[in-house]
């Protein structure tokens, strides 16, 4: 064979495997800024991003009779999602995902307050976080990626941060890769809020569905869900879901750290390398054969069952109550600004903060 027919061939497999990739206008945000949408398709997944957010709309895959169905909780129109400021449906958060205590931490021996929007807390970058910005978007091979540049101050964190986040699509696997640089040390810990239904957004509860999370330790968290420095074993807890166990099956149990979050809403820790891909969670759906594995190259995971949607907000299948979604939000720990035996969040000038997720969907008969 002919060395240009080779490298044919190469470029077709390449082409085929990445899933295809188009983009339309999704609606304008109040400030008149337009909201761009954009479909990334292979033979076995249908993903929909936009640019408000850099947030995941919808993740179509089939089940084991080969039926499709949105599996992530969401909107088919923008202004729901101008008017939820609660849920963070498939959102970025930024400039630091989850909670940081009482709005403040010392960065280079410098106090640094936030906004605040959680009662004293800073949670997932104060009251205008990335999940209410207009992402600017490019097309790359099978996916697109996001940018986002974070002013000095913004929020009250400190330095110019520029943020990408790219999604792609290979046949059955998403990968979501973020970076991120500043010019004055500050924080930054980057994730994905979506919240996954594998039996289908609207069909309701996830309690039936089967988890794994490799990990054999939480991050135990005080009245305010704030970690309290401590590592917990999950062994002989509700919290061990170190071999499949339906999500329901303790959810409710007599347990401190339960109730003080109504469910599940805790920092597990990966039993991983940090900054090599490694296993965080698997998710079984007996009811649709669904499942849904999560890879990642950070240390921790935020499991949340969905303990404060209460049918106020509806999709196109129908309302989302308690616990009909759950998130897996890769991540370094909650509050590690203000813990220094976390894994360190802090960002210098010179250097990149980067991160991989994976989703990989397939079916279990």
């Excluded at 930024?94 to 960065?107: K, L, M, V």
């Excluded at 941060?161 to 890769?177: E, P």
């Excluded at 089967?210 to 968290?221: G, S």
């Amino acid at each position: 064979m002919k060395l240009w027919n080779v490298i044919l061939i190469v470029m077709t497999s390449a082409a085929v495997a990445y899933g295809a990739v188009s983009h339309t206008d999704f609606g304008k945000l109040p400030d008149g800024s337009t909201v761009t949408i954009y479909t990334l398709k292979s033979p076995q997944v249908e993903m929909q991003v936009m640019t408000f957010g850099a947030r995941v709309v919808s993740i179509r895959t089939p089940d084991r009779h080969g039926k499709m169905a949105n599996v992530v909780l969401g909107y088919d129109n923008l202004e729901n999602y101008i008017q939820d400021n609660k849920t963070y449906f498939g959102v970025v958060p930024g400039r630091y995902a989850n909670r940081i205590a009482n709005g403040a931490f010392s960065i280079e021996g410098k106090e640094i307050h936030l906004s605040a929007n959680e009662g004293s807390n800073t949670l997932h970058g104060g009251k205008d976080g990335f999940d209410r910005r207009n992402w600017t978007g490019r097309e790359v091979p099978g996916g697109v990626e996001f940018t986002l540049v974070s002013p000095d101050g913004d929020q009250g964190f400190p330095g110019s941060l520029m943020a990408h986040v790219r999604y792609t699509l290979h046949g059955n696997k998403i990968a979501i890769q973020y970076s991120a640089t500043a010019d004055k040390p500050t924080v930054v810990n980057l994730t994905n809020h979506t919240y996954f239904n594998l039996s289908g957004a609207g069909s309701g509860t996830i309690l039936n569905e089967k988890l794994t999370i490799f990990a054999d330790k939480i991050t135990p968290v005080d009245a305010k869900l704030i970690p309290t420095g401590e590592l917990m074993a999950v062994a002989g807890t509700p919290f061990d879901f170190t071999h499949p166990e339906t999500i329901g099956a303790r959810i409710d149990a007599d347990d401190e750290q339960l109730k003080l979050a109504r469910g599940y809403d805790h920092n597990w820790v990966l039993n991983g390398k940090i900054g090599t891909l490694h296993p965080a969670a698997r998710v079984y759906d007996p009811a649709s054969g669904r499942v849904l594995e999560e890879d990642t190259t950070e240390p921790g995971v935020q499991f949340y069952t969905g303990n404060f949607l209460d049918g106020t907000f509806s999709g196109p299948n129908g309302k989302y109550g308690l616990r009909s979604g759950f998130c897996l939000e890769t991540q370094h720990f909650p509050d590690s600004p203000n813990h220094p035996s976390f894994p360190s969040t802090e960002l210098k000038p010179g250097e990149t903060y980067s991160s991989e997720t994976t989703w990989t969907f397939s079916v279990q008969q």
